[in-house]
DNA sequence: CATTATTTTGAACAACGTTCACGTTTGAGG
DNA sequence: CCTCAAACGTGAACGTTGTTCAAAATAATG
């Protein structure tokens, strides 16, 4: 009895694997349910037995990648404690860095981030809500340490401002439209941008 | 004879008003081919008379979406031609206050213009490419202001990069996810942003 | 072992963009 | 005004989607 759940358990584990490596080789467009069942060893119908459906899969796919990218995160900010405003740039800078590198070597798998939509009328489940705010716990910090006078709500806004620009930069530059900055320069000029902020925002305290 | 190809033009701008329409109203993915062979009142076939597919009809209204945001910048930039360090930081700022406008009064439009991909294999046409870059041009003039001892090359990719920030806090804030700035509060970290740009490009001069 | 509950299955469905064989319309030449 | 080949419009049909559901298979229970 216990063995149904179990195994159904490893197989919904399975098909979520298997999600992802379609997501990151062919893009999301590129996940198709037949597919899946034909990797996973199931039948198509059977899907629906693991999850709700396309969209459950997806979001725990995204769930997956933004673990991923909280840890790089981490692993980019772990020394850098320091509150002193001269350190604060270089770790604002390290992050944006850390972000861009991330969306590079997992585009696909990061594009689904953004480019994923709900079926019509369905609304996105708690659980994927809450794990998108993680994110800004990294750039609060040095925020903090370059505007000590700002309340905490600005700073969460400004945070998220920051965010939105650097990730701006980062999707266009990733994307094939002429739109944008070179792949090349991409690392430059996020650099530019943050240091930029980071002078203009320590001058203004 | 001139009859039939002035009536298929015709049709053709009935076809790309209907999925502007379309679009505009239910977004890109409320456009389908049975809903606009109903509107124009032709069979569905004869949409492929009119246009290559549905990517080109994309693009079509893309281009529209492209000449209307065009003359909303030029509108708002007519006026500040002046070459001063301190206009120009302003003259940033209400291009990219227009932009931001421009994102809410056509959401779902403007949206399109960076959610449409072309089917798998499929290249975006020469005249599609060709607008894409229009933009930088309203941007070009403040920057070279702000930053005078600045190459072109240089001017180009940061002009690049100040629109690709932009573009980021207003996509991710005009969409439903909480990793955003706050619709509310768009316009002001908008200009917090670039303002705060502005003084550092100019102090570095 | 029999019977009931659960789970798995894959054929069937609806919706989509796209194609194509078939009539119909058209317009230049007689 | 008539003819007839060429151009055009038509909507049924095709290939893919995600999703459903009656039935078959399997597991649990008495």
């Known amino acids: 009895m216990v063995k149904t759940t179990e195994r159904r358990e490893r197989q919904r584990e399975a098909l979520i694997m298997a999600a992802e490596g379609a997501i990151a080789e062919k893009g999301l467009s590129g996940l198709k349910a037949r597919d899946l069942a034909n990797e996973v060893g199931c039948a198509l119908g059977a899907i629906y037995n693991l999850v709700a ?27 850098s404690c320091s509150t002193s405003s001269g350190d604060a740039t270089n770790t604002l800078v390290a992050i944006a860095k850390t972000y861009c590198a991330f969306a590079r ?20 489940p708690e659980w994927a809500i809450s794990e998108q705010m993680t994110m800004f716990r990294y750039i609060l910090a040095p925020l903090r340490a370059l505007q000590p ?3 905490e709500p600005e700073l969460m806004l400004l945070s ?11 999707m266009l530059g990733l994307e094939e439209k002429l739109i944008a900055v070179p792949p090349a320069e991409l690392d430059g000029q996020i650099e530019a941008i943050v240091r930029a902020l980071g002078k203009a925002l320590k001058q203004e305290a």
Chains 1, 2 share one sequence.
Do not use: K
Not at 110 to 123: C, S
């Open 149 to 151: 006078q700002a309340s």
């Open 53 to 79: 459906d396309m969209d459950e899969l997806v979001l725990r796919v995204g769930s997956r990648t933004l673990a991923r990218l909280d840890s790089a995160l981490a692993q980019a900010t772990d020394g």
């Open 160 to 170: 998220r401002t920051l965010f939105s620009a650097v990730h701006g930069i980062v």
């Open 105 to 124: 070597e997992n585009l696909q798998l990061w594009r689904t981030l953004f480019e994923h939509r709900m079926a019509e009328g369905a609304v996105v």
